[in-house]
């Protein structure tokens, strides 16, 4: 019998893990998470969730995330932050963050910031694979206010092979998404 019970119970632990696992691959592709991210982090959420319950407590989770690199501080700004995302992922106000709410977290801050090689793979699309754009191709393929504010912000194109009002949208993509301000 004692032998019967422990199998039952490893077959329901592993049955628990292969969804858990399904569940996991089908987030990550929903959600446009690489697996080396899923991966980062399943470990930082299971290296802070000491007791295996796969729950975080408020000051696990904001551990979690700063070691992910959010600037949550104790200063008030930090905690008003902290506040934001908790209400984010415990809406319910239990004092505590599932890894599905995590993730499902995670992967809209993330979804929603492009990458300085995105933008600039648009704009070579928009530039007809030149490596400049002209204002006129920037005025025909954007919203005005958008295109006005591309050409205004975007220095001159110097490559050998510019034009006469050559836009240089390398620059620009990377200073926008850089550390500078434009």
Avoid at 7 to 20: D, K, V
Avoid at 50 to 65: Q, T, V
Wanted: proline letters at 4%; aromatic letters at 10%; glycine letters at 6%.
């Amino acid at each position: 019998e004692h032998i019967r019970v422990g199998w039952e119970q490893l077959l329901t632990t592993i049955a628990r893990t292969i969804n858990e696992v399904e569940n996991q691959v089908l987030t990550r592709d929903a959600k446009g998470i690489t697996q080396d991210q899923m991966n980062e982090f399943r470990n930082s959420f299971n290296h802070f969730d000491r007791d295996h319950s796969g729950r975080l407590g408020p000051e696990e989770f904001k551990a979690c995330l700063i070691s992910l690199g959010y600037d949550i501080g104790n200063d008030p700004q930090g905690e008003a932050e902290f506040a934001r995302i908790m209400s984010i992922v415990d809406p319910n106000r239990l004092g505590l963050v599932t890894f599905q709410a995590f993730i499902d977290f995670v992967s809209r801050e993330t979804a929603d910031t492009d990458t300085a090689d995105q933008v600039m793979a648009s704009f070579k699309i928009l530039a007809g694979d030149k490596n400049y754009i002209t204002s006129d191709e920037l005025r025909r393929e954007l919203p005005p206010d958008q295109a006005e504010y591309c050409i205004a912000r975007m220095a001159p194109y110097m490559g050998p092979d510019a034009v006469p009002g050559a836009l240089d949208y390398m620059s620009f993509s990377t200073a926008l998404y850089g550390e500078s301000d434009l």
